[in-house]
C-alpha cells in the first residue's frame, strides 16, 4: 500500500501516544506512595488507593477510641466509612488497567533511530525493507514507498532469511579453504625471501659502508701526508727567512747605535764589524734569490665530482687525491735505482781498464794508480747517491 501525507500524520500519532502513556502512568500512580496501584480500593468519593497505604493510614484509627469514626478521604477529605481496608471495594477496572499497563513497561524495547534523536524503530519501510521511525516515514527519501506492519514484515522477512540461511548452509566454502592455506604457504615464502633479501642487503651495506670507511680513513691518511709533505716544503724557507729578518734588524739596531760615535777609534771599529755583518747579510739575500726560483709544491683543489661515476662495488679502487705525484715519485726512484749499477759497472770498468793500460809499470807507480782509480770510483758512487736522493725528494 502506497501511503504519502498519512506518515506525517503517523509520527505525529507517535508523539501523541508517548505523551498519552506518560499522562496515563500519572493516572495509574497512587496519590499516596506514588507508585503504581497495588491492589487498588475505591472510596464512596471514588478515589482509588493501594490496599497497603489505606491500612498504613487506617491502623492508627483502629487502635483509638475513635476506631467506628468515619475515613476521610486523603484527596478531597470526604467521609468513607469502613471496617478497615479489606472491606473497601476492589477497583476491578483500575487494577486491569495496572496490570495490563506494566506489561507493557517490561516489552523490550525497539531502537533509537540514528538520524533522529531519541525517535524509536517501529515502521517498517517495505521497499528499504529496513525498520524506520515516524520521521522518517514523513522524510523525501522515503516518498511513496511501501509501509507494512512489524508483524507482515516479521513473517516476511522470516521466511527470507530461512532462505538465505539455506544458501549460506555450505559456507564455509571447501574452494576458499583451499585458495587461503595457498595464500598462507606463499605469504610464508614471500616474508622469508623478504627477510633472506633484507639480510644480504644488509651484508652488501655493511660491506660498502667498511670499504667507505676504510677509503676516508685511506684518503685522510693521504691528506695528512701531503699536509707533511707542505709543512717541510714551506717552514725551512719561512724559517730562514725569518732568521735573516731578524739578522738585519739586529744590524740596523746596531747602526743605530754607533751612527752618533764621534771618537774615530771607536767608530772605525764598529764600523769594521757592520760591514762584515752587512757583506754576510746581503750574501744570504742573493742566495735567497736564487732559491725563490725553486718551485714549491702547488695543492690544486680536488674535484670529488669523478667519485661521482664510481660503481658502489668499486668504491675501494677510488684513487686518493695525491695517488698519482706518489707514483711518479716511485717512477723517479725506479729509474734512479736502475742508474746506479749502471755508473758501479761504469767505474769499474774504468778501473780495470786504467789497471790493464798500466799493467808495465813499476808496482809503486801501480799503487798510486789504483788508489787515484779507488777515488775516482768513490766520487761516482756518491754523485750517484746524490742524484737519486734528488730525484727521490
Given amino acids: 500500500m502506497l501511503r504519502g501525507d498519512p506518515r506525517r500524520d503517523r509520527g505525529t500519532d507517535m508523539s501523541r501516544n508517548e505523551s498519552n502513556m506518560e499522562q496515563l502512568e500519572e493516572e495509574l500512580t497512587c496519590p499516596i506512595c506514588c507508585g503504581l496501584f497495588d491492589d487498588p480500593r475505591v472510596l464512596l468519593c471514588s478515589h482509588s488507593f493501594c490496599r497497603r497505604c489505606l491500612e498504613a493510614l487506617l491502623e492508627p484509627l483502629r487502635s483509638s477510641a475513635f476506631s467506628r469514626s468515619p ?16 472491606s473497601l ?48 516515514a514523513t522524510a523525501d527519501e522515503h516518498r511513496e514507498h511501501r509501509f507494512c506492519s512489524l508483524e507482515e514484515a516479521y513473517e516476511r522477512e522470516r521466511r527470507a532469511f530461512d532462505e538465505l540461511l539455506r544458501g549460506a548452509e555450505g559456507w564455509p566454502s571447501p574452494g ?22 633484507a639480510e644480504r642487503a644488509g651484508a652488501y651495506l655493511e660491506k660498502l659502508a667498511a670499504a667507505l670507511e676504510s677509503k676516508k680513513n685511506e684518503i685522510r691518511c693521504d691528506f695528512e701526508t701531503h699536509k707533511l709533505a707542505v709543512l717541510q716544503a714551506y717552514d725551512p724557507e719561512m724559517t730562514r727567512l725569518r732568521d735573516m729578518l731578524d739578522r738585519q734588524r739586529g744590524v740596523l739596531a746596531a747602526a743605530e747605535d754607533f751612527r752618533g760615535v764621534t771618537e774615530p777609534l771607536g767608530f772605525l771599529e764598529h764600523m769594521h764589524d757592520f760591514r762584515q755583518k752587512l757583506a754576510v747579510l746581503k750574501g744570504e739575500e742573493e742566495e735567497r734569490e736564487e732559491e725563490t726560483t725553486r718551485t714549491l709544491p702547488e695543492v690544486p683543489p680536488l674535484d670529488v665530482t669523478k667519485w661521482d661515476a664510481v660503481r658502489l662495488g668499486d668504491v675501494d679502487k677510488i684513487t686518493v687525491p695525491h695517488e698519482r705525484e706518489a707514483a711518479s715519485s716511485t717512477t723517479v726512484a725506479a729509474r734512479s735505482r736502475r742508474f746506479v749499477p749502471t755508473l758501479l759497472a761504469w767505474g769499474l770498468f774504468s778501473v780495470a781498464t786504467t789497471l790493464l793500460l798500466l799493467a808495465g809499470v813499476t808496482e809503486e807507480a801501480l799503487w798510486e794508480v789504483t788508489d787515484a782509480s779507488t777515488r775516482v770510483v768513490g766520487n761516482f758512487i756518491d754523485s750517484a747517491v746524490t742524484y737519486t736522493l734528488a730525484a727521490i725528494r
Fill in 71 to 86: 475515613f476521610r478521604c486523603p484527596t478531597c477529605r470526604k467521609e468513607s466509612p469502613h471496617n478497615g481496608a479489606s
Fill in 176 to 197: 576458499a579453504l583451499d585458495r587461503l592455506e595457498s595464500l598462507r604457504a606463499a605469504k610464508k615464502g614471500a616474508l622469508q625471501a623478504v627477510s633472506e633479501d
Fill in 89 to 136: 471495594q476492589v477497583n476491578y477496572s483500575l487494577r486491569g488497567i495496572v496490570e495490563k499497563y506494566a506489561r507493557l513497561k517490561v516489552m523490550p524495547r525497539t531502537g533509537v533511530c540514528a538520524q533522529h534523536e531519541a525517535q524509536p524503530l517501529n515502521m517498517f519501510c517495505a521497499t528499504d525493507r529496513r525498520l524506520i521511525c515516524g520521521r522518517c
